[in-house]
C-alpha cells in the first residue's frame, strides 16, 4: 500500500512520492464547486474556514485554546450543539484519506457515532454548503472500508451559533460516487498534453 503524505505548506498530497489530486481540487477543477461568486473575498472566507475546522478540533479534543474572536466561538457554538443535540462522539478527526486504486487524496473532517449506533462521515461547513458536499462526502467514504455502511452529513455552522444537518441517503452513495469518478476523470483529461 502506497504511504500517504500531505504538504501542509503548498496544500498537495502524495502517494508513494507521487503528488495526487485532492478531492476538494477536484470538484472545483471539473466545475461541480464554484467559489468564483466570492471574487476577492474568497480568501476571507476560506481563512474564516480554516479557523472554524481548527476550534472545532481543538474543542473536539478537549484542548481549546485562547484568543479565538467571537465570531469564530459562534460558529463553534454551532458545532457543540450537534454534538450534543445527537451525541456525536468523533473517532476520526481531520483526518487525511487516499484510494490509491483511484489516484486521489482528502483530509475528512469528522466519522464517529450518534446516540443510536448510527456511523457517520461529516463534513462541516462555516456557512451555506455547496451542491457538491454529498459527492465530496463520497469521495472520503470511497477511502475507508465498507464506505456503503457509513451515513453522510453535512453539517453546516452559523456564525449565531445554529446549525442544520444535510443528509444524504446512503442509497445515493454509488450514484454519488460515480458522479465524483467523472470528475476525476474529467481532472485528469485536462492535465494531459494535447497533441495537434
Not at 116 to 136: C, N, W
Not at 146 to 170: M, Q, S, W
Not at 175 to 180: G, N
Request: hydrophobic residues 35%; charged residues 30%; glycine residues 8%.
Amino acid at each position: 500500500m502506497s504511504s500517504l503524505e500531505f504538504d501542509e505548506e503548498v496544500h498537495r498530497y502524495y502517494l508513494g512520492g507521487v503528488q495526487v489530486p485532492g478531492v476538494t481540487s477536484i470538484l472545483e477543477g471539473a466545475g461541480l464547486i464554484d467559489y468564483s461568486f466570492l471574487g476577492d473575498r474568497r480568501e476571507l472566507y476560506l481563512e474564516r474556514g480554516r479557523k472554524v475546522h481548527k476550534a472545532t478540533h481543538e474543542d473536539d479534543d478537549q484542548d481549546l485554546s485562547e484568543g479565538w474572536s467571537d465570531e469564530i466561538l459562534g460558529y463553534l457554538e454551532g458545532w457543540r450543539a450537534f454534538r450534543c443535540d445527537f451525541g456525536f462522539v468523533p473517532r476520526l478527526i481531520e483526518h487525511r484519506v487516499s484510494s490509491p486504486a483511484h489516484g486521489y487524496a482528502g483530509t475528512l473532517d469528522r466519522v464517529g457515532r450518534i446516540r443510536d449506533g448510527t456511523e457517520l462521515i461529516v463534513d462541516l461547513k462555516s456557512g451555506i454548503a455547496p451542491k457538491a458536499v454529498r459527492y465530496q462526502l463520497a469521495a472520503y467514504a470511497a477511502c475507508l472500508p465498507h464506505p456503503r455502511t457509513l451515513n453522510r452529513r453535512c453539517v453546516e455552522l452559523h456564525r449565531d451559533g445554529t446549525y442544520r444537518v444535510i443528509a444524504f441517503k446512503t442509497a445515493d452513495y454509488q450514484r454519488d460516487f460515480e458522479t465524483f469518478a467523472w470528475a476525476l476523470r474529467e481532472v485528469r483529461a485536462l492535465e494531459e498534453p494535447v497533441w495537434a
